[in-house]
């Protein structure tokens, strides 16, 4: 009897290891595999003379090597501020003239030589790479250099009395209107194109080439 009841619980025992092991694995899960969130690469602003155009704003922008400082130029008279900045996901971080004043504005990167920056005020502004020279090898004229200098070389040329002048803001080729305020219009004399950092170019309306940097106030210009 003994051996009959030992050989019944060694059957129960082996039946259910065999229930046990036959359960059916649990199902996988349909659940989508969770991405780690994706890190976005600030765009790198390389060293050098970038130029910053918008509404209110004609300016060159001088990017240190370090990757964090630099300062301004504006193409009317050269004037401008040192600044250290930070780049952060997309969001550019500057401290104009103050490390307690702070400016904060999204960066769209065209291509590596393009960029918009958007302030928080709404304001837009391209940026375009000009030269990898800093503000210590860069050289350029002014708006009020050209100005002054176009009227010297007209007045040298032509004898006649110093007019106005009127340049536009671009960081290449200057167009300078030389004219007489004739009270309910301007009168033009004379149209130059010059190239901003060598202000050679041409007489618009004669094709001729001119130097305006031979004229008597030709700028010492040490890229203020």
Request: glycine letters at 8%.
């Amino acid at each position: 009897m003994r051996r009959s009841i030992s050989y019944f619980w060694a059957a129960f025992s082996m039946m259910a290891l065999l229930v046990g092991c036959s359960r059916p694995l649990p199902a996988p899960s349909t659940e989508p595999p969770q991405k780690p969130p994706e890190q976005t690469a600030a765009p790198a602003i390389q060293a050098g003379t970038w130029y910053v155009s918008g509404k209110d704003t004609a300016a060159y922008y001088f990017f240190d090597a370090d990757g964090t400082s630099g300062r301004t130029a504006s193409l009317e008279n050269g004037t401008g501020l040192g600044f250290t900045y930070s780049i952060q996901d997309n969001e550019a971080t500057f401290h104009m003239g103050s490390a307690d004043v702070s400016t904060i504005g999204k960066l769209e990167k065209t291509d590596d030589t393009h960029f918009t920056i958007t302030w928080e005020d709404g304001r837009a502004e391209s940026m375009t790479y000009v030269s990898a020279k800093g503000h210590t090898e860069f050289k350029f004229y002014t708006n009020e250099d050209l100005c002054q200098m176009a009227v010297d070389y007209y007045t040298q040329a032509t004898g006649e009395n110093a007019p106005q002048a009127a340049a536009d803001a671009d960081p290449e080729t200057v167009s300078i209107q030389l004219y007489i305020n004739a009270g309910d219009h301007n009168s033009t004399c004379a149209w130059y194109q010059v190239n901003r950092q060598t202000a050679k170019g041409i007489d618009a309306n004669t094709g001729e080439s001119i130097d305006l940097s031979i004229s008597k106030k030709a700028s010492q210009n040490d890229n203020r």
